[in-house]
């Protein structure tokens, strides 16, 4: 009797420990970071059902996305995925509280891949900056995911909800004075674009959209992805 209980008792601690964690990711890095600014630190997440990963917009000066979609198509909106919509920060530094939006995992059984969608100065999501939860043992690895994205077509910018496949969020990121939030006010809040037609009030794609960056960064930026060139 005695011995069923603490066995009991024990299974059930063990349950409760692996549920509902927080995992930490850091959204763009700074300037001189090992890997560029182009990046989800960690880009790899394990998270179980309920747990929240919570993203910080820590990379700054930064303007980026978290956008869910799929391994075959790394850079392309997943229909009726999640999407934060784009966090600008253009100060060399973030502002304190971090820009943060809180993703929870509904369904861990599955890899859920993201990608930023930010265009500016150059296509993020080809530039390497994706990210994985809970991928699974197999060909569909990370590294698999991010070579695909390399070679994708730049994404279109259009804006989702926050209800995505596998995990959802609640509200869009909360942003500190010294940050602002692009996109989602473009749609209803929780409204996610219906694939293939273009929401109305978003902005071209390509061309009319301010920079915001200063040509010094800028430079940096392109002198980075030069080099980056060169070594692949
Ligand atoms: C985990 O989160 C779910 C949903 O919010 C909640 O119902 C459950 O009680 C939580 N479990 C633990 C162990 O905190
Ligand atoms: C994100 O979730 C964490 C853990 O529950 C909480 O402390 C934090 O306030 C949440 N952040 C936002 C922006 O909701
Ligand atoms: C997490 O939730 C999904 C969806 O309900 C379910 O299919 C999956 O089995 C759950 N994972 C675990 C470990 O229970
Ligand atoms: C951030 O990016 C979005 C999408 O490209 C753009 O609409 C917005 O103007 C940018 N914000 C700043 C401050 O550069
Ligand atoms: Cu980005």
């Not at 919570?54 to 869910?68: C, L, R, V």
């Not at 959802?168 to 939030?181: D, H, K, N, R």
Request: neutral net charge; aromatic residues 8%; charged residues 5%.
């Amino acid at each position: 009797m005695r011995l069923t209980s603490l066995f009991v008792t024990l299974a059930a601690a063990a349950v409760a420990s692996a549920q509902n964690q927080t995992v930490t990711v850091a959204v763009g890095a700074e300037m001189n970071s090992p890997g560029g600014i182009f990046q989800f630190n960690p880009s790899q997440i394990t998270a179980t059902n309920n747990s929240i990963v919570t993203f910080q917009f820590t990379g700054a000066p930064g303007n980026h996305s978290i956008t869910q979609s799929s391994f075959t198509s790394p850079c392309e909106p997943l229909a009726n995925g999640f999407d934060s919509g784009w966090v600008a920060q253009l100060e060399n530094t973030a502002p304190t509280p971090v820009a943060e939006w809180n993703l929870t995992i509904t369904d861990d059984s599955k890899p859920i891949w993201f990608f930023c969608k930010q265009l500016f100065p150059a296509p993020h999501c080809s530039a390497g900056m994706v990210g994985v939860i809970n991928v699974k043992p197999g060909p569909n690895s990370f590294s698999a995911f991010q070579n695909n994205a390399k070679s994708a077509s730049a994404p279109p910018q259009t804006q989702g909800g926050l209800v995505g496949v596998g995990a959802s969020a609640s509200a869009f990121p909360v942003v500190p004075t010294g940050a602002t939030l692009f996109g989602p006010s473009a749609t209803a809040p929780g409204a996610s674009a219906p694939s293939g037609s273009a929401p109305s009030g978003s902005p071209p794609p390509s061309g009319a959209v301010a920079l915001g960056f200063n040509s010094g960064f800028l430079t940096v930026v392109v002198g980075v992805l030069a080099g980056a060139v060169m070594v692949l």
